[in-house]
């Protein structure tokens, strides 16, 4: 063999062998169920919904996990998502693709995935469909933004328009943390105090750093009720103003898994309907507000 020859052979199998490390295999539901294992993909470090306590996985999402394993007859494997730039990329790393830190490493399904119909089609510059490997089902929380205070402090908070003269705190490059710096032509911003975390934000209202904090409502709830302080309540102000203040949250499968998303909306269906899902998160101290979906099948029941 010539040494031209020699050359192409060897870079035709270089080709070969990295086309097939970068591919990573799917797991199909006969063989999904044949391992005995659901492989659920949950963010790590973020209470209510997933974190680890002593070692041991919790959270609202950790415990839906569990009951969809359950209802599937499967043992549950919890896969820990560090959160990339976007929620695109944390779908490329953990259902379609996969991460280069982690080859071959999938998992089954993904908690806490917007079900929207906008961001399950966005497409990127070139008209392309960002997600079209991911199928987005199963909504089963609906979420929004809350604000608690401490009525030491303020005596009510009947509008975003009090923290021109009160400090709120905020998670820096959280959506709270752009709203309430940019909002009424950014009067707030010199008031608004930002931190690595919510539970820092937290802390510091609990401290007299700030006046009020602003996050989701189930992270909100869950340190309200862990601080125990009665003092510091729940504001029932509206968010002027802003884009989107209530969303649905689901799942995520690969597309070729359709026959996983179907089992895992049937086990899902009852533990909404059946009200198991809300005494899960009320046993975090967190209110459950139905997703759209099922609050439409409420109405039609209510009706008839």
């Keep these: 063999m010539s040494a031209v020859r020699l050359v192409l052979a060897l870079w035709l199998t ?9 591919v990573v295999k799917v797991r199909a539901f006969d063989d999904i169920i044949e391992s005995g294992v659901l492989k659920v993909a949950v963010y790590e470090n973020f209470p209510p919904y997933s974190y680890q306590e002593d070692g041991q996985p919790r959270g609202v999402d950790i415990e839906l ?3 969809l394993a359950e209802g599937l007859g ?21 259902i379609w693709k996969g991460h280069y830190l982690r080859p071959n490493v999938l998992a089954d399904v993904m908690l806490r995935v917007p079900y929207d119909r906008e961001f399950s089609y966005k497409r990127n510059e070139l008209g392309e469909l960002v997600n079209e490997l991911v199928v987005m089902f199963g909504p089963y929380q609906r979420e929004r933004w809350q604000t608690a205070y401490d009525d030491r402090r303020i005596d009510e908070v009947p509008s975003v328009a009090v923290f021109q ?14 709203y309430l710096s940019s909002v009424f032509g950014g009067r707030m911003a010199n008031n608004t105090h930002h931190y690595p975390t919510v539970q820092q934000a937290f802390a510091a209202l ?6 009020a904090t602003m996050a989701m409502r189930s992270e909100i709830e869950w340190l309200l009720q862990r601080a125990g302080e009665p003092h510091l ?23 070729s898994n359709r026959q996983l998303a179907y089992a895992l909306e049937a086990v899902l269906e009852p533990l909404i309907l059946e009200g198991e899902l809300e005494k899960t ?7 459950y507000e139905l997703p759209g979906l099922y609050q439409d099948v409420e109405s039609d029941v209510a009706g008839r």
Aim: charged share 25%.
């Design 14 to 22: 270089l080709c070969c062998a990295l086309a097939q490390a970068d």
């Design 65 to 67: 996990a569990g009951k």
């Design 74 to 94: 499967l043992e549950l494997e919890v896969l820990w998502v560090t959160p990339d730039e976007t929620l695109d990329d944390d779908l490329r790393n953990f």
């Design 165 to 178: 003269y009160h400090p709120i705190g905020v998670e820096v490059d959280s959506v709270p943390s752009f």
């Design 206 to 211: 609990q401290q007299g750093e700030v006046d």
């Design 233 to 255: 309540k729940l504001a029932d102000n509206a968010y002027p103003n802003m884009g989107k203040q209530v969303w649905d949250l689901g799942m995520a499968v690969h597309e």
């Design 281 to 287: 998160y009320a046993s975090y101290g967190l209110h």
